[in-house]
Structure formats: structure tokens, C-alpha cells
């Protein structure tokens, strides 16, 4: 990473370095995450149903937590607009950057 790049990822707090992928949910949340798909797994040679049924609706509960961040960040952005305010250029530069990370991620493995 260049010192220019360290520069801009100072004073902008949570900001990625180019190329890394932004952080969607919590490290807590992720952690948490992780433990419950753990359990899932677990479960599957004595229940494969349920397992499939609880992955389910945990993968459900990890889209609705990316969901909520970009549809907060999209609300900010929106309430500085109704107020007549300018969001900066860097501030919808991030912004679209997760985006754009999100998309790529989601087309990885497509």
C-alpha cells in the first residue's frame, strides 16, 4: 500500500484499502455467526432437516444484517440530502465502494 493510500484510510474511519473487501457485519456479529453455523453442522447426522431448515434461516439472519448496513448508510446519505445538505464526494466515493465490493463478492463464485 502506498503512503497515500495509508493517508486516506486514516482519516477516514472503517475505510478499506483498495482491493480489501469492506466490513458488512460485526466482528461480534461474524463470531456469532460463526458459533451458529458451528451448532448447524453439528446437528446434521442426527437431524439433516432441521440443520437444513436452521441454515436456512441463518443465512437469512446474515442477509437481513448486510441489508440493514447498506439500507443505514443509504439513509444517511438521504437524510443529509432532505436537509439540503452536500454529501461530500468522498463520503459517496466509500459509499459506492461498498457497493462495489458487494457486488464483486457476490459474483466470485457465480
Request: charged share 30%; net charge negative; glycine share 4%.
Amino acid at each position: 500500500m502506498n503512503e497515500s493510500n495509508e493517508l486516506r484510510n486514516r482519516e477516514v474511519p472503517n475505510h478499506p484499502v483498495d482491493g480489501e473487501i469492506a466490513t458488512l457485519i460485526s466482528a461480534d456479529q461474524v463470531e456469532l455467526l460463526r458459533q451458529q453455523w458451528t451448532n448447524v453442522q453439528s446437528h446434521f447426522v442426527d437431524e439433516p432437516r432441521k440443520s437444513v431448515e436452521e441454515a436456512d434461516q441463518l443465512v437469512a439472519a446474515a442477509i437481513k444484517q448486510i441489508e440493514d448496513g447498506f439500507s443505514e448508510g443509504r439513509s444517511n446519505l438521504e437524510k443529509q440530502w432532505s436537509r439540503g445538505d452536500q454529501a461530500s464526494t468522498e463520503d459517496l466515493r466509500i459509499c459506492l465502494q461498498h457497493y462495489r465490493q458487494f457486488f464483486d463478492r457476490l459474483l466470485t463464485r457465480v
